[in-house]
């Protein structure tokens, strides 16, 4: 018999690529009179080292070659195809990319399902019965799938075939496990399987405080990368949640997150060490688990929550089920285990027993069997009709989206999704934030990339500077000016930048024209009127103010500034209502900030009063739930009135992550280090509407959002300020180390 195979295949890291190769292994490799071949899914045009047994690859979103790998099947000489089904691994709207391949296909076909939906979407149910449709035999691999088939499916009963997952027949000593991986005094917990959200980790995180109370040899750990998808579209944020919940709960010290995808041996070498395995999925929606087949395979007592697999095959005292997300009953079955030996013991040797009847050479038996039958049926193929119609906390910092942004005059202000916008030309604001990003990037990483974007900004700076000494605002496409003289707002980012050039410069020249466009507009300071334009400039002198603390004329203007500053505040707070104005609105974090800056400068102690009262007032309306929630800009916060929610912008996250970073410089307080961080998160979906706001793959940063969409244009300042407060992430984790405040 010749027989091809088709699915992802080692080395790409996937479960359904190691269960091809067992499949293959089990069939070809063991049997003379089989003949087998692979043709293996790539992804996203990344491209494998494969074995010597693919013979064709497909790229996943590239239709055509679908096209061209049944014509090569048809023209092989193959008797039969085996098709591994998940919907994620094909191209297309729920994987429809396949079917113009099965639809083609002049052979038998055999598929089977990884993934059977209690409730499919009605192009994943037609995808699916279409592929059952054509599909000589369907394996499923628990008894429930047979039913979800027939019942939601509509598939023939006869057509279906019941074989369990396959496990590797491979057994270590425990004993030897543990002396390997320096475990012999440990009680070993463990998850294996790609990180992401639905795998419920955090419920086994919530259980350990009780059980290594009294157990401290205990150790969990959680083995496995995360899943590529949930990279591409979040990140590492499940995965740096679970730490800092470790952290939060003092268990770090009894978890290890081994971020690595390992090779069959070795896991099995670590099931063979652990005690306990833990699958603690938060829903029953689980058809299939390859890991928890490989643990009770393994011989390991196992305890998982009770989706649709486990329920099956941890029956008759094969292993422990407790409810989903429910830590408390976790925590009760764990120390139960540890506290009577026996107990876990009678768990594993039952695991061990079945798990001898479901080793990968009895499954391979069975799909042979199975090929057999179907090829002695001599079924016939219907004839082919001609046409059918996705630090280690943090993404890795990006300039891309800056410098799709920015051209020879400056960096465009608006984008229309992620290219930019130049119907809106330019203005001061973003090309002041964006040479403040750039300095404090080539400041902090040395990044070259950042230092030949200085001069952009610093030119389209000097360039609006009027002869005055304030500035324009908005210059066309076409280099025309839009306005003699911009908001106040405007003026004072742009001193702050200049100010962070002039006590942090690059190199000489720079420094020289930053400093010439300082002086220039500084006769303008005192004539300031509006609170933002005042705190912003505020904050530029007192950042120029720490490269040259001898100039006490500017220190003055530093104080009359502050107390504008306090002036408002003392005429509008009252009550609970500790604020400059009589309502909140846009960039709130910046007007504490400033005083913060200047109480350091300046040792005023009205100043820090002021400064730390109005930071507690902003932070008690905008930290109340453990994240942070921008006052939304339809409707403000206006005093003794209701709040409004949305809607929200990357510009005030920016303003409370730096807020957040001062307090901490004034005055060495820890939880403010920790506020900071959970004001960064908002852009990592920790907010309102729970939606990421950072692009993992043009890496720009969306124009924030209202009570049920993100604004998904990517302007320049949503994207500056999400990466100036990643560089305050990560100058606050440095803070940690040089401060020694570590909790």
């Known amino acids: 018999m010749k027989i091809v195979f088709i699915g992802t295949y080692p080395p790409r890291k996937c479960g359904i690529a190691t269960f091809t190769k067992n499949l293959f292994n089990s069939m070809v490799n063991s049997n003379k009179n089989i003949e087998g071949s692979i043709i293996a899914m790539n992804n996203h045009e990344q491209t494998y080292n494969y074995p010597e047994e693919v013979k064709l690859t497909i790229r996943q979103e590239h239709q055509g070659d679908y096209l061209e790998a049944v014509k090569s099947i048809n023209i092989s000489g193959a008797d039969l195809c085996i098709l591994e089904h998940e919907f994620g691994i094909y191209g297309g709207q729920s994987g429809i990319y396949i079917l113009p391949l099965v639809h083609r296909l002049e052979v038998p076909l055999i598929v089977t399902l990884h993934t059977i ?7 994943e149910k037609i995808i699916l019965q279409q592929i059952c449709k054509v599909a000589q035999k369907v394996v499923v691999m628990s008894q429930i799938a047979i039913e979800f088939l027939v019942d939601i499916y509509g598939v023939d009963k006869n057509k279906i075939a019941f074989i369990e997952h396959g496990v590797p027949d491979l057994y270590f000593n425990q004993e030897q496990s543990k002396k390997v991986f320096k475990l012999e005094k440990k009680k070993l917990l463990l998850t ?19 059980v ?31 730490q800092r919940l470790a952290k939060n709960l003092g268990v770090e010290d009894h978890i290890i997150f081994m971020n690595k995808f390992i090779n069959q041996t070795e896991l099995f070498k670590y099931l063979s060490a652990s005690d306990i395995y833990i699958t603690p999925y938060l829903n029953e929606a689980q058809i299939t688990s390859g890991t928890l087949s490989y643990a009770v395979g393994v011989g390991t007592a196992v305890i998982s929550t009770p989706y649709w697999h486990a329920s099956e095959l941890l029956a008759n005292g094969r292993g422990r089920l407790f ?16 506290d009577r030996p026996e107990k876990m013991k009678e768990l594993q040797k039952r695991a061990f027993d079945y798990g001898k009847t479901i080793t990968w050479p009895k499954s391979g038996a069975k799909y042979v069997a199975l090929v057999e039958q179907v090829l002695s049926e001599k079924p016939k193929i219907p004839a082919k009709k001609k046409t059918f119609i996705d630090p280690l906390l943090l993404p890795q910092f990006s300039l891309s989206h800056i410098k799709r942004m920015t051209d020879d005059t400056g960096i465009i202000q608006h984008a229309k999704y992620g290219i930019p916008n130049l119907k809106e030309g330019y203005c001061l604001d973003d090309n002041a934030r964006a040479l403040l990003m750039v300095l404090m990037t080539y400041r902090q990483k040395k990044n070259k990339t950042a230092l030949e974007l200085v001069p952009i900004y610093l030119s389209y700076i000097h360039y609006m500077q009027n002869n005055n000494g304030t500035f324009r605002n908005f210059l066309s496409f076409n280099r025309c000016f839009l306005d003699e003289v911009g908001s ?35 006769p303008n300071f005192d004539k300031l009127k ?10 530029g002198i007192s950042h120029y103010l720490r490269g040259m603390p001898s100039d006490t004329a500017m220190k003055d203007t530093l104080k009359k500034l502050s107390y504008k500053l306090i002036g408002h505040y003392t005429e509008n707070s009252s009550g609970h209502w500790r604020w400059f104005e009589q309502l909140l609105t846009y960039d709130n974090g910046i007007l504490p900030l400033a005083l913060l800056h200047a109480a350091e400068i300046l040792n005023d102690d009205k100043i820090r009063e002021v400064a730390m009262d109005t930071m507690d007032f ?22 003794n009135k209701e709040r409004s929610v949305y809607a929200q912008q990357p510009i005030d996250a920016l303003a409370m992550v730096l807020m957040f970073q001062q307090a901490f410089h004034l005055t060495k307080n820890n939880d403010y280090l920790t506020k900071l961080f959970t004001c960064f998160m908002w852009f990592m979906g920790e907010n309102d509407l729970k939606a990421n706001l950072f692009d993992f793959e043009t890496k720009g940063c969306y124009d924030g959002f209202d009570s049920s969409n993100v604004n998904l244009n990517q302007g320049a300042e949503s994207t500056l300020a999400y990466l100036i407060s990643h560089l305050i992430v990560l100058q606050a984790f440095e803070n940690i180390e040089d401060h020694g405040t570590h909790k």
């Open 212 to 242: 290594v109370e009294k157990h401290p040899e205990v150790l969990y750990l959680v083995l496995g990368k995360t899943h590529p998808n949930v990279i591409r579209a979040t990140g590492e944020e499940y995965r740096n949640y679970l």
């Open 323 to 338: 409810n989903f997300g429910d830590s408390e009953e976790l925590s009760d079955i764990l120390m139960e285990l540890l």
């Open 530 to 539: 509006t609170i933002r334009g005042i705190a912003n400039t505020m904050i």
């Open 488 to 522: 106040e707002d405007s003026f004072g980012r742009t001193i702050w930048a200049l100010g962070y050039l002039l006590g942090n410069p690059p190199n000489n020249a720079y420094y020289q024209t930053g400093k010439f466009i300082f002086f220039n507009a500084a």
């Open 192 to 210: 294996f399987g790609m990180l992401s959200r639905n795998k419920g980790i955090e419920t086994v995180i919530k259980a350990l405080p009780k």
């Open 618 to 639: 902003l932070t008690d309306v905008t930290l109340k739930n453990g994240y942070l929630s921008i006052i939304g800009n339809e409707k403000w916060y206006i005093k």
């Open 117 to 123: 939906l209690k409730e499919p979407s009605k192009e």
